[in-house]
Structures are given as structure tokens and as C-alpha cells.
């Protein structure tokens, strides 16, 4: 049987579209109630009218490394549903392309800003609205760039290590009321991955194992499992959702 949210609820960063919005949809799908977060505000609020409008879904436009739309976000969701249970720091960016040593000091700073220290942030506004007294469950979206090195997005696996190590900290200190885990997707058809494999999809997909890229429905799916009590005796660990890429050493 599927593990109900009934009661629950849920922030999900990044979550307009791609797989930001794919897990929200498969919370709600489970019966949370879920606030999405993103930069662009029309189409966040057309994200949350596609999950059921505020009955379901509530969206608060912003960028995930301000202090005062992460502030704003945790303010409403208490207003509109009373408690926080579930947070999905998802949020990320990949602002250059090319080595490491050639990254701009000024976009490394803001890579791991955004893709590090905002999940920080949201986990510790979390932390002390609801989750220190109540409980809940936490978990952030990696990648297989953050267990391997990654040519050309260097610095972006950087930051996603940084990430996975953070998930491992965090894990050990909020515990037991707190869970913390992260998922390490390898390549998801998104808008996001699309420089990845658009226009040579199939032969990207050769180095899969399971014979395909990504969906964002794949990612949800495990990230569901980590939020919920299936995942009760589990913190601190990084499940690689990849299709067996990292098997055999491809993108």
C-alpha cells in the first residue's frame, strides 16, 4: 500500500516545475498539504493551481537564499495549515560551464549559496518553527555529481558534495525527532538537465543500465519513501536514484 501524508505538511523548494514539482504532485497525490517555493511567481502560482489551489497547494514566490523569503514561506505555511512536517530542499543551481579552476570566485560563492547554504537555512527555520518540538522529516536533492567527479559542472558537484555531507551532519544532530536524508539523482529529463542530453537523448541513455534517462516521477518516488515512515529507522544517507549510470562510470 501506498504511505498516506494524511495530516501532513510539507515545503518543497524549487518546485514550479521539473522535479521540484513532480514531488510535490506525488505528496499531494498522498494526501499532504504542500507549500511550493520558486523564483518565477506566475509560474509557481500555475503550479499550485495544477495540484488543487489552496485546498492542496500553496506557492510563495522568492529566491531560495533570501532570508526573508525563507522567513515569509515558514510564516505562511503556519498561518494557512498550522504545523511543518516535511521539508524538501530541492532548490538548485548551475549558473557555469567548464573546470573548476576557471569558475568565477563570485559564481562559485553563489552556486554554494544557493545549493548548500539555503538548505541550511530552511532546515533550520524549519527546525525552529515546528520540527525541535514536533518532529518531521527532512531531505535534500543531491546528485551523482556530488559522489563523483564531473567534468564541466564541476563546481556544481562541489556543491552537491558539500550537500550530501551536510545531510550527514545535519542527520546526526537533529536526531531522534528529526530525519535527514538525500537523494543523488543522475540525469532526469528536466528543463534543468537539458544541455545534458537534448538532441542525443538515445545515446546518452546507453550508459543506463535501466535503458533511459531520469523522469521526474523517479526522484519523487524515492524522495516520498524517505519522508515517510517506511523511512523511520533511516538518517543520514544519500540514496543514488541514477538508472545504475554510476555502475559502469557514465553521465
Request: net charge neutral; glycine share 12%.
Given at each position: 500500500?501506498?504511505?498516506?501524508?494524511e495530516?501532513?505538511?510539507?515545503?518543497?523548494?524549487?518546485?514550479?516545475?521539473?522535479?521540484?514539482?513532480?514531488?510535490?504532485?506525488?505528496?499531494?497525490?498522498?494526501?499532504?498539504?504542500?507549500?511550493?517555493?520558486?523564483?518565477?511567481e506566475?509560474t509557481?502560482?500555475?503550479?499550485?493551481?495544477?495540484l488543487?489551489?489552496p485546498e492542496?497547494?500553496?506557492?510563495?514566490?522568492?529566491?531560495s537564499?533570501?532570508a526573508?523569503?525563507?522567513e515569509?514561506?515558514v510564516?505562511?505555511?503556519l498561518?494557512?495549515?498550522?504545523?511543518?512536517?516535511?521539508?524538501?530542499?530541492?532548490?538548485?543551481?548551475?549558473?557555469?560551464?567548464?573546470?573548476?579552476?576557471?569558475?568565477?570566485p563570485?559564481?562559485?560563492?553563489k552556486?554554494?549559496?544557493v545549493?548548500v547554504?539555503?538548505?541550511?537555512?530552511?532546515t533550520?527555520?524549519?527546525?525552529?518553527?515546528?520540527?525541535?518540538?514536533?518532529?518531521?522529516?527532512?531531505?535534500?536533492?543531491?546528485?551523482?555529481?556530488?559522489i563523483?567527479?564531473?567534468n564541466?559542472?564541476?563546481?556544481?558537484?562541489?556543491?552537491?558534495?558539500?550537500?550530501?555531507?551536510?545531510?550527514?551532519?545535519?542527520?546526526?544532530?537533529l536526531?531522534p525527532?528529526?530525519?535527514?536524508?538525500?537523494?543523488a539523482?543522475?540525469?532526469?529529463?528536466?528543463?534543468?538537465?537539458?544541455?545534458?542530453?537534448?538532441?542525443?537523448?538515445?545515446?546518452?541513455?546507453?550508459?543506463?543500465?535501466?535503458?533511459?534517462?531520469?523522469?521526474?516521477?523517479?526522484?519523487?518516488?524515492?524522495?516520498?519513501?524517505?519522508?515517510?515512515?517506511?523511512a523511520?529507522?533511516?538518517?543520514?544517507?544519500?540514496?543514488?536514484?541514477?538508472?545504475?549510470?554510476?555502475?559502469?562510470?557514465?553521465?
Amino acid at each position: 500500500m501506498t504511505v498516506s501524508f494524511e495530516g501532513r505538511v510539507a515545503v518543497v523548494t524549487g518546485a514550479s516545475r521539473g522535479i521540484g514539482f513532480g514531488i510535490a504532485r506525488e505528496l499531494v497525490r498522498r494526501g499532504a498539504k504542500v507549500c511550493l517555493t520558486a523564483r518565477t511567481e506566475e509560474t509557481l502560482a500555475e503550479a499550485a493551481k495544477a495540484l488543487g489551489g489552496p485546498e492542496h497547494a500553496i506557492a510563495v514566490a522568492g529566491k531560495s537564499d533570501d532570508a526573508a523569503h525563507q522567513e515569509e514561506t515558514v510564516t505562511r505555511v503556519l498561518e494557512t495549515y498550522g504545523r511543518l512536517d516535511l521539508l524538501v530542499n530541492n532548490t538548485g543551481i548551475n549558473p557555469v560551464y567548464g573546470p573548476v579552476l576557471d569558475t568565477d570566485p563570485a559564481a562559485a560563492a553563489k552556486i554554494l549559496a544557493v545549493n548548500v547554504l539555503a538548505p541550511l537555512a530552511w532546515t533550520r527555520r524549519a527546525h525552529a518553527a515546528w520540527m525541535a518540538e514536533h518532529g518531521g522529516a527532512v531531505v535534500n536533492v543531491a546528485s551523482i555529481a556530488g559522489i563523483r567527479a564531473s567534468n564541466g559542472i564541476g563546481m556544481y558537484g562541489v556543491s552537491k558534495a558539500a550537500l550530501i555531507r551536510l545531510t550527514a551532519e545535519l542527520a546526526s544532530e537533529l536526531g531522534p525527532g528529526i530525519r535527514v536524508n538525500a537523494v543523488a539523482p543522475a540525469v532526469v529529463k528536466t528543463k534543468f538537465a537539458e544541455a545534458l542530453y537534448e538532441g542525443r537523448e538515445e545515446k546518452v541513455a546507453r550508459a543506463y543500465p535501466l535503458g533511459r534517462l531520469g523522469l521526474p516521477e523517479d526522484v519523487a518516488g524515492a524522495v516520498a519513501f524517505l519522508l515517510s515512515e517506511d523511512a523511520a529507522w533511516i538518517t543520514g544517507q544519500t540514496l543514488v536514484v541514477d538508472g545504475g549510470v554510476t555502475l559502469g562510470g557514465g553521465l
